[in-house]
């Protein structure tokens, strides 16, 4: 009796002290883990770094890259269009004025009545327009004739407020959010399709001549006077207001720069220089790149697998179309090699932009002790429980993100102002105010990137220059901008200055 009672001893020993080592060893192994999940973290960090002097470094690139897209085609990744823009709103314009937004799956027919500095917008209309997905992909004329005919419509619903003056035209501001080779200020050529759309037989044509065609199949007779992009209306929408407005940026699910050059300091201009003096310059900022940018492996492989690898680098890492998919990839990183959500992959985490920015910018404002929004968003995409501890390992990925990305932003607008000569103060010269007119849903919704922008602009320029410049938000840019350059560019315009 005694040795069952001593062996059943030792086995209960052995028990519990194999039990004890495979908690250790589990506590061990999920140490490990945890430890591979900070160091992760921590590279991360260090990748995306974006010290001042780096900033610099990437204002200045910035800069040398605007010199060589203005001195000639392809000259550099900067294309610097021009978009024979010379002569911006100034407030004095007056009567009604008609925009066409095509930029998407959407689009937008606009009138605005327009009652000079005292009244400025008196009254404006639109009306929205869901565009048939077989018309993204058939003919140009079905597509034209589609917008041409709701254009019709919307103009038959003219109230008494807009009236047109007898032996006038409507005139329209048309803004084509598509890659476009602009020849004038009214025309342009459709290099290529994005967002969906894929009409082969619209490329290489005129887009303001496919539409002239449709309005007049549909018998409305209306002059298209500005072909604009979105950028160079939300400028123009920004001046009209402010006139201290020298340049405008969009942050949303895109990016993009616009802003006033001197005619004079365009050598690829051909032709004689504008009374004004000045030129829009449309940047498409989206495609700088630069050794200076902080890559990191996760950037090099979203562009790797993205539609356009090796272009748009710097919207790829600044955009709303690409954050939270960067999120997602530093996620699924961790989930592989560090067990981040357990032993399984969450299935979702591999479905390509399934973290939007808006659910990362909704996390990372999360200020509740237990971070209830960030673990309630993850619960709704992945389908996955966390813990607080991951939580806050979440919130500092969306800090280094929305952080790199911001800081970049401002030190792309702070090469502009560095290639307008307006980054320090000149001695003995009066400062001149210089604004910057933005737009997007990134900027607008995402609060600690916006901020964190305007603070690191600062940061760049120092206390006296920044005291001279100014970050605004001008809204509707893609509409009401391209109204605003309808009317500074109207027909009509030497007529009512004679009168």
């Not at 010199?67 to 004095?92: Q, R, T």
């Not at 007049?216 to 209306?233: I, P, Q, W």
Request: negative net charge.
């Amino acid at each position: 009796m005694g040795k069952v009672a001593v062996g059943a001893t030792v086995v209960c020993a052995a028990a519990v002290f194999a039990a004890t080592v495979y908690v250790v060893r589990r506590r061990m192994k999920s140490c490990g883990k945890w430890g591979r999940v900070i160091e992760i973290l921590k590279v991360f960090e260090e990748d995306c770094a974006t010290p001042i002097g780096k900033l610099r470094q990437v204002a200045d690139a910035m800069t040398v890259e605007m010199h060589a897209g203005l001195a000639s085609e392809g000259g550099s990744k900067l294309k610097m269009l021009i978009s024979y823009v010379d002569n911006l709103p100034s407030g004095d314009e007056q009567g009604f004025f008609y925009a066409l937004d095509l930029g998407g799956t959407n689009f937008r027919v606009m009138r605005v009545l327009l009652g000079g500095k005292q009244d400025r917008v008196v009254k404006q209309e639109f009306e929205e327009v869901s565009i048939p997905p077989p018309l993204m992909t058939g003919a140009s004329d079905e597509l034209f004739n589609f917008i041409a005919e709701a254009l019709a419509r919307f103009v038959a619903t003219e109230g008494e407020d807009f009236h047109l003056p007898a032996g006038r035209q409507r005139e329209l501001g048309f803004t084509f959010s598509f890659p476009v080779k602009q020849t004038s200020l009214c025309s342009g050529t459709l290099i290529s399709w994005t967002k969906g759309f894929s009409i082969e037989d619209a490329l290489g044509q005129d887009v303001v001549g496919e539409l002239i065609k449709a309005m007049e199949r549909v018998g409305l007779d209306m002059n298209v006077t500005a072909l604009v992009n979105d950028t160079v209306g939300t400028l123009a929408g920004g001046r009209y207001y402010n006139s201290d407005v020298v340049a405008a940026v969009i942050l949303g699910t895109g990016t993009n720069a616009a802003y006033v050059e001197r005619a004079n300091a365009i050598p690829k201009w051909q032709g004689l220089l504008p009374k004004s003096g000045e030129m829009v310059i449309n940047m498409e900022w989206g495609n700088f790149r630069s050794s200076h940018l902080p890559l990191t492996e996760y950037d090099h492989l979203l562009d790797f697998d993205s539609l356009n690898p090796g272009e748009q680098i710097l919207e790829k890492i600044i955009s709303g179309m690409y954050l939270g998919e960067i999120l997602r990839r530093v996620l699924l990183k961790m989930a592989e090699e560090a067990a981040f959500f357990g032993d399984s992959i969450p299935p979702k985490l591999k479905v390509p932009f399934i973290i939007r920015t808006p659910t990362m910018s909704a996390m990372h404002s999360d200020t509740s002790p237990d971070l209830k929004v960030v673990g309630s968003k993850l619960k709704d995409i992945l389908e996955v429980p966390t813990t607080l501890k991951m939580r806050k390992v979440v919130i500092s990925l969306c800090n280094i993100i929305a952080t790199r990305g911001a800081r970049l932003s401002a030190a792309g607008i702070y090469g502009i102002l560095k290639k307008l000569g307006r980054d320090a103060p000149k001695d003995g010269e009066t400062t001149q105010k210089s604004v910057i007119a933005m737009d997007g849903g990134l900027f607008e919704h995402y609060t600690q990137f916006s901020e964190c922008m305007e603070s690191s602009l600062k940061e760049l320029l120092g206390d006296e220059a920044s005291e001279s410049v100014e970050v605004i938000h001008s809204n509707d840019g893609s509409g009401v901008g391209a109204a605003l350059l309808a009317a500074s560019h109207s027909q009509y315009l030497e007529d009512s200055e004679t009168s």
